[in-house]
């Protein structure tokens, strides 16, 4: 049931050209930046008492309002809200300004959808930019601030149930996913349902990270916890079902439920300031910041629950990784692929001569 809230062939991923030279490290690569913070409130909206009945453990909540309850491995309270927001703000960054690279302009989307909203502060921003078209934004978690634009609204919902569908008037022009690696169990069918609900012409977007394949340009990851926590995080994906290692496979999923035009770009997200180019450095710092609270919402349910270590140990190598990347003493140069995976359910006639 919705709680609605009111006012394959595999694409390989090549780089931009603006990222394909290496990142240098700057000069002043030896400075202790290990506390790394921002404080982004975020209000909480009131839909019914059954959505606030969270699940309390190892000092983090999660949501409870699930089809598949106990499956959700990522939290959703105030450390995580603050993490969603600031998150936005880098990846704003890292799409230099922009909201969505598919080309909207061409279809002119009456109505938008966006899975896992979160906070709900890409919709929010996408609704004011766009006040002719209709904004929804899902979510397991009433998260999202009760004053919003008037042509948007919330449903607290999880997309993954049953009754994910909408009726043909009630369709998308164009369905808006990020950072849904690591709550999803079904990728194939996810991308299947959301190909069903976009109207013919209209555009289906992803934005995501690979979370379990860091690399450094300097071999400076050698001899380091990341390995430890992302092997943990990707073993522990696969044991679950919930898979982590994922995103290589997104344009395969997309081409078989269907899309056509489907593109990849891919860039570089270095964590903390050690690039010397201003840009990367920038990037950096906030990627490093969302790295402060993010290594522990990725990895203490996935640790604890589904590989079996004690809080101690999940913890521990939690706090060395973040140690790794935020602490420049020791050298360490991360580096995540981010992915932008975006396609088109091809218009009805279009369809039809694929069909044929």
């Not at 990846?91 to 002119?108: D, I």
């Not at 906070?119 to 934004?137: K, M, Q, S």
């Not at 690591?182 to 996810?190: A, I, Q, S």
Request: proline share 6%.
């Amino acid at each position: 049931m919705r709680a609605t809230v009111n006012p394959a062939s595999k694409v390989t991923p090549k780089l931009d050209k603006a990222d394909v030279s290496e990142i240098e490290v700057g000069e002043d690569d030896n400075d202790d930046t290990s506390s790394f913070g921002s404080s982004i409130n975020s209000d909480i909206t009131s839909i019914t008492s059954s959505v606030y009945d969270y699940v309390y453990e190892n000092g983090r909540r999660y949501p409870s309002l699930c089809s598949r309850q106990g499956e959700s491995m990522l939290p959703n309270d105030e450390a995580e809200q603050e993490r969603l927001d600031l998150s936005h703000h880098f990846l704003l960054l890292m799409m230099r300004g922009n909201l969505y690279q598919s080309p909207l302009a061409e279809t002119r989307p009456k109505r938008v959808l966006d899975l896992g909203t979160g906070t709900g502060i890409w919709a929010i921003h996408f609704a004011d930019n766009h006040p002719y078209c209709e904004v929804v934004g899902i979510d397991l978690s009433p998260l999202q601030p009760t004053w919003i634009p008037p042509n948007l609204h919330f449903e607290i919902d999880d997309f993954e149930g049953d009754d994910w569908g909408y009726p043909d008037d009630k369709k998308f022009d164009f369905i808006h996913c990020r950072s849904l690696v690591g709550t999803v169990k079904d990728w194939p069918r996810l991308v299947k349902n959301i190909y069903d609900n976009l109207n013919p012409g209209g555009y289906a977007e992803f934005i995501e990270t690979d979370l379990v394949r860091p690399y450094s340009e300097d071999n400076s990851l050698e001899g380091t916890s990341m390995k430890e926590y992302h092997d943990g995080l990707r073993d522990a994906g696969l044991k679950s079902g919930i898979r982590t290692d994922i995103v290589p496979e997104i344009p395969s999923y997309l081409h078989a439920a269907g899309f056509t035009d489907i593109h990849t770009q891919a860039r570089k997200a270095p964590i903390g300031s050690w690039p010397k180019d201003r840009y990367f450095k920038e990037l950096g710092v906030l990627a490093g910041m969302t790295a402060a609270t993010g290594y522990q919402a990725y990895g203490l349910a996935m640790f604890t629950r589904v590989l079996g270590w004690d809080q101690e140990k999940a913890q521990r190598v939690i706090d060395d990784v973040v140690d790794c990347v935020s602490n420049r003493k020791r050298g360490v140069h991360a580096i995540y692929k981010q992915y932008v995976f975006y396609a088109q359910k091809p218009r009805a006639k279009e369809a039809v001569e694929v069909d044929t």
